[in-house]
C-alpha cells in the first residue's frame, strides 16, 4: 500500500468511529496494515488527530493474551495528553464502547534512550527511571471482536489504549521486589482480580527494556520526562459507566477512577 496516504486514510476510519461511536467490524481491505511498519504508520496518524502523545503504553505483555492475539512479543501505544489524570480522577467514559481497566505498574524516565544500534540492557533502562508510578489504564476498541481483527488492527488502533490515570510517585523503587509486588483491582468496592509484577512479561522492567530496544529498532527513542506504562498485572476488568475502579498496590498506594457519563 502507498504508506502515507492510505496509514492516514485508515486513521481517520478509526478516528470517525471513534466520534461517532460506530463499532467496526475492522479496517476496509484496501487500508488494513499487512505489517508491522503499516500498523505503527497508522497509529501514528490516529495519536495526532487525538493529541499530543506524552509517553508510551505496552499491550500484550501477558502471556495468555499473546496466545490469543497470536503473536510472541509486546506492542506498544501511545499515552495521551488529555487522557492523562491524577488519582483520585473523574474520567468521562461516554464515548467508549468496552470500558476495561487495567491495574499496571508505570515509569516515568528521567532521561532519554536514544535510538541505537547496540540492543539495550537491562540495567541501562534501569537507569534512566526517574520514579515508579503505580497506575490504572482505560482500555477499549471500536472493533466489535479484537482478537478476530488480530494484532497488526490492534497496533493500528493505539493497542486500544484509552485513559490513563497515575497514582503518588514512588522515589525509593530501588529496593523494591516488583515481580512479587501485589496488585487487588476493586469496582464499587468488590475484588474482581488479583495480580502480581511477574504477570508483565516477567517483570515490569523487562517490560520496559522490551519497549527501549523496539523503538530503537525503529528508529525512535525514549525521552526523560516520558511516562511507559507497563501492560496490566492483573486481568483485565470490564467495567459500566457509574462504576468507580480502584487498583490497590498495598504499601505502594491506591489509584482510583470515577466513570462517569456525559
Not at 478476530?148 to 484509552?162: E, M, P, R, T, Y
Not at 525512535?220 to 459507566?241: C, H, M, N
Request: with cysteine.
Amino acid at each position: 500500500m502507498t504508506q502515507d496516504l492510505t496509514a492516514k486514510k485508515a486513521a481517520a476510519y478509526l478516528f470517525t468511529a471513534m466520534r461517532q461511536r460506530r463499532a467496526l467490524e475492522g479496517l476496509p481491505s484496501l487500508c488494513r496494515p499487512e505489517s508491522l511498519a503499516e500498523a505503527y504508520a497508522i497509529q501514528d496518524c490516529l495519536v495526532a488527530m487525538i493529541g499530543t502523545p506524552v509517553g508510551y503504553k505496552i499491550a500484550f505483555t501477558n502471556s495468555g493474551i499473546q496466545r490469543q492475539m497470536g503473536v510472541t512479543e509486546p506492542a506498544a501505544g501511545r499515552l495521551i495528553e488529555s487522557r492523562v489524570f491524577d488519582s483520585p480522577a473523574e474520567v468521562d467514559v461516554s464515548s467508549l464502547f468496552r470500558i476495561g481497566i487495567e491495574s499496571e505498574f508505570a515509569f516515568r524516565m528521567a532521561h532519554d534512550l536514544p535510538a541505537t544500534s547496540a540492543p539495550y540492557s537491562g540495567d541501562v533502562v534501569v537507569e534512566a527511571i526517574d520514579v515508579l508510578l503505580p497506575a490504572i489504564e482505560i482500555v477499549d476498541t471500536r472493533y466489535v471482536d479484537w482478537v478476530k481483527c488480530g494484532a497488526l488492527q490492534a497496533i493500528a488502533d493505539n493497542v486500544f489504549g484509552s485513559h490513563w490515570i497515575a497514582g503518588e510517585p514512588i522515589q525509593d523503587w530501588r529496593s523494591l521486589d516488583l515481580s512479587a509486588a501485589e496488585v487487588v483491582t476493586r469496582v464499587n468496592g468488590l475484588e474482581v482480580t488479583r495480580g502480581i509484577g511477574a504477570n508483565v512479561f516477567d517483570h515490569p522492567f523487562d517490560a520496559l527494556t522490551w519497549l527501549a530496544n523496539d523503538l530503537a529498532n525503529r528508529g525512535l527513542g525514549l525521552r526523560g520526562g516520558e511516562v511507559v506504562t507497563t501492560g496490566s498485572a492483573t486481568s483485565i476488568v470490564i467495567a459500566q459507566p457509574g462504576d468507580i475502579a480502584v487498583a490497590d498496590f498495598g504499601p505502594l498506594g491506591l489509584v482510583s477512577v470515577s466513570l462517569v457519563y456525559g
